[in-house]
């Protein structure tokens, strides 16, 4: 059973490192021009704050996954650990998968908030509409978004397969209690 829930987190961290880098190529390679007023303006991920965030938490979280599925077969060859350093990994790897999922979910969330902002302009700050004149640029920010969402719920799941890894070390009967060598 062991080896297939590590099977199943690792083809989850696969399928979240690929959507992860979807989601920052699509934003970062987005961008746009039209010629207004005899001006040519571009509309780009840099102008807006929280995609410029967006790309670099991604990336950080895709290079994370990344790690993660690199320390797997790291974790093949060293049977022979003691339960007790087993725990603190257990423990650094629930912490660490509950932060990237947490990071990543407000990034994705900030920059919906902001690509909301653009597609409904707010008059009282004088923003303009921007997904009038530059549509490409919005489908793909879009795009990206729901790419950056699934790869949220696939962290989430890992997250929880991470949570099932460091709980079941403890004994039900006594809490935070190791269970007992067998």
């Given amino acids: 059973m062991e080896l297939g829930i590590q099977k199943i987190e690792a083809i989850l961290r696969l399928c979240a490192v690929l959507i992860l880098v979807l989601t920052v190529c699509l934003v970062a390679f987005d961008s746009q021009t039209k010629v207004i007023f005899y001006i040519e303006k571009k509309a780009s991920f840099k102008n807006l704050r929280a995609l410029v965030g967006l790309v670099y938490i991604t990336s950080l979280a895709a290079a994370y996954n990344l790690l993660q599925l690199s320390c797997y077969s790291f974790s093949a060859c060293c049977k022979g650990i003691s339960v007790q350093s087993y725990t603190y990994l257990a423990w650094l790897r629930y912490v660490l998968d509950q932060a990237a999922v ?81």
């Fill in 102 to 182: 947490y990071v990543v979910f407000a990034g994705n969330l900030a920059a919906f908030e902001h690509a909301l902002l653009v597609v409904t302009g707010e008059e009282n700050f004088q923003w303009l509409k921007w997904c009038n004149k530059y549509t490409r640029f919005c489908f793909q920010i879009g795009g990206s978004l729901l790419c950056g969402c699934v790869a949220s719920l696939i962290m989430f799941f890992i997250a929880s397969i991470s949570a099932f890894n460091l709980f079941r070390l403890y004994s039900p009967k006594k809490f935070l209690l190791l269970k007992a060598k067998c």
